[in-house]
C-alpha cells in the first residue's frame, strides 16, 4: 500500500515537527511540515495531499483555500475552539489524548474515495475526532519500528496486561493492586516494555496496544 502524503502547515516548527513524529508512529504515511502557506503551494501542484494540518492562523489568512479543501483540511486549535464547517484538532490536549484523536481520524479511512472523518465541526456535532473503532478504510498499521511477523513474540503476556493498563491510564500503584503484584515488578515490567517497544513515551505503548487489538481507541 502506497503512503499517504500529508501536510503540516504551522509556523510554530516545534508543534509541526512533534505532530509529524505522532502521526509518523500511527499510520504509513509520506509528512511534510511547512513554515508558511507559500512553501505549502510550491508543492501543491506537483503531490496530491490527503489531509492539511492546519495552523488557525494559517487558515484564517487563506481560508477560501482550505475551505474548497474542507473535507482534506483539520484546523489545529488551541483548546475548545469551534470553526464553523470545519473540522478541528486541539493541540493543546496531552499526548494520549492527542494520540487518541488521530488513531479516530486514521480508522475513519482517507484519501479520494473515502467519506471524510467525522471530526468535531463548527455546528458540535459528533465525537471531536470522529467515531472509535476500526471502520473501513486504510487498515490499523503497526508502529514502524515493529516487524509485523514478530508483533506477537514482542511481550510476554504479563507485559501486555501491563501495557494495557498503562494505555488505559492506571498508574503503577493502581496496576500492582489489580495485578496482585509490587510495585516493584510493576516498574521491571514498564522498563521492559519501553524497551522492546523502543517507546519514547507512553504515547508509543497506547499506539502499539491500540494496533495490536490489546485495547480499544474508546476505552483509552
Known amino acids: 500500500m502506497p503512503n499517504l502524503s500529508i501536510a503540516i502547515i504551522d509556523s510554530n516548527m516545534l508543534v509541526g515537527i512533534g505532530l509529524q513524529q505522532i502521526i509518523k508512529d500511527i499510520m504509513p504515511a509520506d509528512i511534510e511540515v511547512f513554515s508558511t502557506f507559500e512553501e505549502l503551494k510550491e508543492v501543491t501542484s506537483k503531490k496530491n495531499f490527503v489531509h492539511f494540518f492546519v495552523a488557525s492562523r494559517i487558515y484564517f489568512e487563506h481560508t477560501a483555500f482550505f475551505r474548497d479543501n474542507a473535507r482534506k483540511s483539520v484546523i489545529l486549535v488551541n483548546?475548545?475552539?469551534?470553526?464553523?464547517?470545519?473540522?478541528?484538532?486541539?493541540?493543546?490536549?496531552?499526548?494520549?489524548?492527542?494520540?487518541?484523536?488521530?488513531?479516530s481520524l486514521h480508522g475513519e479511512?482517507?484519501?479520494?474515495g473515502h467519506p471524510g472523518p467525522d471530526l468535531r465541526r463548527g455546528e458540535g456535532k459528533g465525537h471531536p475526532m470522529g467515531h472509535p473503532g476500526h471502520p473501513a478504510g486504510h487498515p490499523m498499521m503497526p508502529p514502524k519500528h515493529v516487524e509485523p511477523q514478530?508483533?506477537?513474540?514482542i511481550l510476554s503476556s504479563r507485559e501486555i496486561e501491563v501495557?494495557?493498563?498503562?494505555?488505559?491510564g492506571y498508574i503503577n500503584?493502581?496496576?500492582?493492586?489489580?495485578l496482585n503484584i509490587s510495585i516493584t515488578t510493576v516498574n521491571t515490567?514498564?522498563?521492559?516494555?519501553?524497551?522492546?517497544?523502543?517507546?519514547?513515551?507512553?504515547?508509543?505503548?497506547?499506539?502499539?496496544c491500540v494496533m495490536n487489538g490489546f485495547v480499544e481507541v474508546g476505552d483509552l
Open 173 to 178: 500503584k493502581e496496576i500492582a493492586d489489580r
Open 189 to 208: 515490567h514498564r522498563t521492559h516494555i519501553m524497551e522492546k517497544l523502543e517507546a519514547r513515551s507512553l504515547a508509543d505503548v497506547i499506539v502499539y
Open 163 to 168: 501495557a494495557v493498563l498503562l494505555a488505559k
Open 109 to 112: 479511512g482517507h484519501g479520494p
Open 79 to 103: 483548546g475548545d475552539m469551534q470553526i464553523n464547517g470545519m473540522r478541528t484538532l486541539n493541540v493543546c490536549q496531552s499526548e494520549k489524548m492527542l494520540v487518541k484523536s488521530l488513531l
Open 150 to 153: 514478530a508483533q506477537e513474540q
